[in-house]
């Protein structure tokens, strides 16, 4: 295994599922990555870091952690961003829900609030990288062990959520942060993202927010 899939995994939780079984992401979606992934995860079927900030998903649903299969599963989340979140494998997630995906040429991020994806890295071991370099920014950790000083752990399947949507100038301190849970999340997103969809940078729009 590369050395940098390595080092982030031996700082990370213990695994989330079960390592049984043939890790086979290329069923969920087809990419020369799906290789790495399917490694990734046999060396650790899901886990988190970072106090939480990171959740790598793992291969299969428990009763307490959704399966890459499940998550990735159009009619959950992503088909209620019409068709700007399809085309993507869906791996792993920072403290906001913002999504770490797999396409085609690389890893991306996916922004939850405006359906936009962003490469990151050409490989997983790349990705890696990045995160053990810059995993304050990247996954948010900061704010995450600060919210979880005051409140306590984040249980499995959770995030933090603004009470004002990034988008609309909510602001990344502890008083617009709220726990929520992954999908309803990103659910509320999707529904931000639909409605600034078409909206030319610099404009000004009225965002519904519905809770």
């Given amino acids: 295994m590369n050395d940098s899939v390595e080092k982030l ?13 043939v890790k086979d992401c290329s069923k969920f979606f087809s990419s020369p990555l799906s290789c790495e992934l399917n490694t990734l995860l046999d060396r650790k079927n899901g886990c988190y870091g970072f106090e939480s900030a990171l959740h ?27 068709d700007m979140a ?15 995906c797999l396409k085609s040429d690389g890893v991306y991020f996916f922004e939850p609030e405006t359906a936009e994806f962003k490469k990151l890295t050409n490989t997983i071991n790349e990705w ?9 920014v990247i996954t948010g950790y900061t704010l995450a062990h600060s919210w979880q000083k005051i409140n306590g752990p984040i249980p499995s399947g959770y995030r ?5 949507p990034f988008v609309a100038g909510g602001l990344y301190e502890l008083d617009n942060l709220h726990i929520c849970k992954s ?10 993202a639909l409605q600034i969809r078409d909206t030319p940078n610099g404009s000004s729009v009225k965002i519904i927010v519905i809770n």
Avoid at 160 to 164: C, D, Q, R, S
């Fill in 183 to 192: 999908l309803e999340l990103m659910k509320a997103a999707a529904n931000i």
């Fill in 128 to 136: 890696c990288e990045m995160v053990l370099s810059d995993y304050q």
């Fill in 9 to 21: 995994l031996s700082i990370c939780s213990n695994p989330l599922s079960p390592l049984e079984g």
């Fill in 56 to 82: 790598v998903f793992p291969y299969q649903t428990t009763h307490e952690e959704i399966g890459l299969a499940d998550w990735n599963n159009k009619n959950l989340w992503i088909s209620s961003y019409g």
């Fill in 160 to 164: 933090l959520a603004p009470k004002i």
């Fill in 86 to 100: 399809i085309g993507a494998l869906y791996f792993a997630e920072d403290i906001f829900g913002g999504q770490f």
